[in-house]
């Protein structure tokens, strides 16, 4: 056997790598089959063959942020503008509750509409419903936050995008690097279930800098990650850059689940949108959730943060139809509970 194939038994019960060691596993294509096998059995001894599926709504599309490789960055006069109203956004949840998700993800651009006032209403009438309730709305106060958990946010989705500072920079120029560890702070310190994650594949993004991200999911005890492929937007500063690929974002997703084994890791949309089999490679390397987006046809349409999204084709019906089909055809449950992280370790 390969000293890298032992390097990830060991880590298979060990949950350590350093940092030398990861980037020697994402430099080497000839042991991905073996990677993925063994986050895929961390996964089954940690958080089960449960999938939790978490509806997931996109509830606005105004932005004011400049990230360069976002198709819905303020810059971007070609997208056609959208706020839903609460009553749009409650119909949705209850879609979700037919569909028998436990969770509602909301999800929008930075949109300061959205008032502290008018979220805390929102929050507190999805949670009235019965969901848990996922935010991923951008960064926020630490006051902002606690309103919001107050009200009885459960988790909150926020990229750290990469850890590569000169590069986070350049990629948010409206941005600071600091402040997006001081929310992801808070949000800890607050009791939030806290998901971050990383672009994969960013213009001059390097291997050791993936290798970063994935030790700055350790130190940070994220509860989630998430990760993609970065897909070039048109009319984006980035349109013409190469973009991410599959393999590598299971890479460091597969790598993610063997350092921190009870997670929750998402298979997401942007590895679908690369292979119509992205999300169950995912789901067969260390993925144990997946986020089927229940925003209506005409607005899911306009959430172009890049293009081609897996489901712009389906209803949220026949998507909800073929990804259980689906899950359950690979031999996995489709989770009844709220799936929260369960310390297993
Ligand atoms: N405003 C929220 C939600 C952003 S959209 C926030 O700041 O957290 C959710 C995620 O989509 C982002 O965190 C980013 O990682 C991803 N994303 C944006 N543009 C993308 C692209 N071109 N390719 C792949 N993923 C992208």
Do not use: W
Not at 50 to 62: A, M, Q, T, W
Not at 103 to 112: A, K, N, P, R, Y
């Amino acid at each position: 056997m390969t000293d890298l194939k032992k390097l990830i038994i060991t880590a298979t019960d060990s949950h350590v790598l350093s940092e030398a060691q990861i980037i020697d596993i994402l430099k080497d294509d000839s042991i991905n089959d073996f990677l993925f096998s063994a986050a895929d059995e961390v996964r089954e001894k940690y958080v089960g063959n449960e999938v939790h599926l978490r509806g997931l709504i996109e509830f606005s599309n105004i932005c004011k942020c400049s990230c360069k490789y976002c198709g819905i960055r303020k810059e971007n006069t070609l997208v056609q503008r959208y706020r839903m109203t609460e009553e749009k956004i409650f119909a949705l949840a209850q879609k979700a509750k037919e569909y028998g998700y436990k969770t509602i993800v909301l999800q929008s651009g930075e949109d300061s509409f959205f008032s502290k006032e008018k979220m805390v209403s929102i929050i507190k009438k999805i949670k009235d419903m019965g969901f848990a309730l996922t935010l991923s709305i951008g960064e926020k106060t630490y006051e902002e936050y606690k309103e919001y958990k107050d009200a009885g946010a459960d988790r909150y989705l926020l990229r750290i995008e990469t850890t590569d500072k000169n590069l986070y920079q350049k990629m948010h120029p409206d941005m600071s690097f600091e402040n997006r560890i001081r929310c992801l702070k808070d949000l800890k310190k607050l009791g939030y279930e806290t998901g971050t994650g990383c672009l994969v594949g960013l213009p001059e993004q390097s291997i050791e800098s993936l290798a970063h991200d994935i030790l700055f999911f350790k130190e940070l005890d994220a509860d989630m990650i998430g990760l993609g492929p970065f897909i070039p937007a048109p009319d984006t500063p980035l349109e013409t850059e190469d973009g991410g690929t599959l393999t590598m974002a299971l890479k460091v997703m597969a790598l993610t689940r063997l350092l921190l084994p009870d997670i929750n890791i998402p298979a997401t949309t942007a590895m679908e949108t690369l292979d119509p089999d992205g999300r169950l490679k995912a789901l067969q390397s260390g993925a144990n959730v997946v986020m089927p987006n229940i925003t209506d046809e005409e607005c899911k349409h306009k959430y172009t943060i890049y293009p081609g999204k897996a489901g712009l084709n389906n209803t949220a019906d026949e998507y909800n139809r073929s990804i259980m089909l689906k899950i359950k055809n690979r031999g996995r449950i489709i989770a009844s509970g709220f799936g929260f992280r369960f310390r297993n370790l």
